[in-house]
């Protein structure tokens, strides 16, 4: 089992930055691919962001491409998410999630049935 914790969500205008932290538990950390998904009301979970710790391999999704970076910190089994030039469109529930290291590329990773454990998400919301 692994448990995951997520904190840093809040409310904030556009244009402004958020860091989004993830505390993992249970299992060897570096072991996992990691990832962020978020929700709005009425929407399917979307993938943000990957990464696998063996190989740096990153992955986003396009409309944060460029503003968003996914980071992970073994030894404090930590993966965050640096959120730059909030847009309106940001605004959702963020979930971090984990799953088995089996791939190298984080492109493997951006569905949501590859992942087997989700935190409770946080709360982001910009506003205009």
């Known amino acids: 089992q692994v448990q995951l914790v997520e904190s840093g969500g809040g409310w904030v205008q556009t244009g402004d930055s958020l860091r989004l932290s993830c505390a993992a538990s249970?299992?060897?950390?570096?072991?996992?691919?990691m990832g962020w998904f978020r929700q709005t009301s009425g929407k399917e979970r979307e993938f943000v962001a990957a990464?696998?710790?063996?190989?740096?391999?990153?992955s986003y999704t396009d409309s944060v491409e460029g503003r968003f970076i996914i980071s992970r910190d073994n030894a404090k089994m930590t993966v965050y998410l640096h959120m730059n030039s909030l847009k309106p469109e940001d605004t959702a529930v963020y979930y971090c999630?984990?799953?088995?290291?089996?791939?190298?590329?984080?492109?493997?990773?951006?569905?949501?049935?590859?992942?087997?454990?989700w935190g409770q998400g946080t709360q982001v919301t910009v506003s205009s």
């Open positions: 999630t984990a799953a088995p290291a089996r791939y190298w590329s984080a492109d493997y990773y951006s569905t949501a049935n590859v992942y087997e454990y």
């Open positions: 990464i696998v710790s063996s190989t740096g391999s990153t």
């Open positions: 249970g299992r060897t950390f570096s072991n996992y691919a």
